[in-house]
């Protein structure tokens, strides 16, 4: 028996290898060699409209979705040239960076001909930047972006966090203040650094000396405990299970891996005074959680358009939102916004607001007209919330 399947299986082997018997699907047209790819990739004009492109001669229907959002994606009918790129012309843009992917024939698709893919943990939208914003590589002095990698003894697993540092930054001098910043739900810890803008913010913001130096640390926000795997729980249970599991594994993480790991490697403060806490979304949840968990290790908090305890209950935070004075003596800053429209944690946020008045407790709070659950207002507030920190 086991020469026959030996033999069947070298029989196989050599048809696929000598191509007998065997029949192969086709490989996808390429365009013309001739055509320089500038004329099949999408391009941002000089008037800041934007001309998307995708060669797709096979295909009946394309369309490109522009829009972060379900209630604000438009879809725009492409048109098919006879080189099979199908093309779709914007009207000129404000300075931004925006979302938006391919409809092929019913099929969601990344834009392939370009390098700027919105970090996910599933992939499927694109990213295109029109100059002209704070978002902008500009000629200004740059920091440094360092990835740290360590064994996480926690989540038996290895981590990385991304960290920024000022320009000319050296380690030596005054220790610097340090901001831990959090990502929202599905995304990556790039995603921040990709689609938050966060390392040109900061340049930008400190060239012009709108912020103090500081150092900007990026965990990922999805620990991938294994009783906490994002993918594992639908998404009507997200509340009900998975962020409270996944926020005690990274407050466990930051306090005892994170803080020590930067602590020991940078030259930066380890007073509660010289950290600030914050997030966007889920990363909003996780800067509550830990924030009023370790009241004592932070001097400053910001939840943008965060998950709050109003649907993910925490014993840890409503104990500590019954120590009102304790909060308002300790936080030089505690910052709370959100989109008017923002469908997804709209009631989070309003339910915090009301418990923060209850209680007493002191809060910046700005509500972004007519955005939803989206980037257009986490990158305003972020950096607005960083002109707030360490004065």
């Known amino acids: 028996m086991k020469n026959s399947l030996a033999c069947l299986a070298m029989a196989i082997s050599i048809g696929i290898g000598a191509g007998t ?39 009946t229907r394309v369309s490109v979705v522009t829009g972060s959002m379900p209630e604000t994606q438009v879809s725009h009918d492409m048109t098919k040239e006879k080189n099979g790129v199908w093309t779709w012309k914007s009207e000129p843009m404000a300075p931004n960076l ?22 996910q943990r599933q992939v499927n939208t694109s990213l295109i930047l029109v100059p002209g914003s704070i978002l902008d590589d500009r000629a200004v002095p740059h920091g440094d972006l360092t990835t740290l990698t360590w064994h996480s003894p926690s989540l038996k697993s ?19 203040p340090v901001l831990y910043f959090y990502h929202g739900f599905g995304d990556t810890g790039l995603s921040a650094i990709d ?4 390392p040109q913010m900061m340049d930008n913001l400190m060239a012009e000396g709108k912020i103090k130096p500081m150092l900007v640390v990026v965990p990922d926000t999805e620990t991938e405990s294994a009783e906490a795997i994002p993918e594992n729980f639908p998404p009507a249970e997200r509340r009900k299970s998975f962020y409270p599991l996944n926020a005690k594994a990274a407050d466990r993480e930051l306090m005892s891996e994170i803080i020590p790991l930067v602590d020991t490697r940078f030259n930066v403060r380890k007073d ?8 966007l979304s889920q990363g909003g949840y996780q800067a509550l959680v830990s924030g009023m968990n370790h009241l004592d290790s932070f001097g400053w908090l910001g939840t943008f358009s965060g998950v ?31 989109g008017e429209r923002d469908s997804v944690t709209g009631k989070d946020i309003a339910g915090l607001k009301a418990e923060l008045e209850k209680q007493g407790i002191k809060f910046d709070y700005k509500m972004y007209p007519g955005l939803n659950h989206e980037m257009d207002v986490w990158r305003p507030a972020y950096a607005e919330f960083v002109q707030k920190l360490f004065r």
Request: charge should be positive.
């Open 272 to 279: 509660a005074d010289g950290r600030a806490l914050a997030g």
């Open 308 to 338: 709050t305890t109003t649907t993910v209950p925490d014993d840890g935070v409503a104990a500590r939102f019954k120590q009102p004075e304790a909060i308002n003596r300790q936080l030089h800053n505690f910052t709370v916004v959100v």
């Open 21 to 59: 018997n065997v029949i192969a699907a086709p490989l996808p047209a390429t365009p013309d060699p001739a055509t320089p790819v500038s004329r099949y990739v999408t391009q941002v004009n000089a008037d800041k409209s934007i001309t998307f492109r995708l060669f797709a001669p096979g295909a």
């Open 195 to 198: 689609q938050g803008r966060l």
């Open 98 to 119: 925006y979302e938006y992917y391919f409809d092929i024939d019913g099929y969601r698709s990344v834009d392939t001909g370009s390098r700027y893919q919105k970090p």
């Open 158 to 176: 290895e981590r990385r966090v991304y960290v920024w540092t000022p320009p000319g930054y050296n380690g030596k001098g005054e220790p610097l």
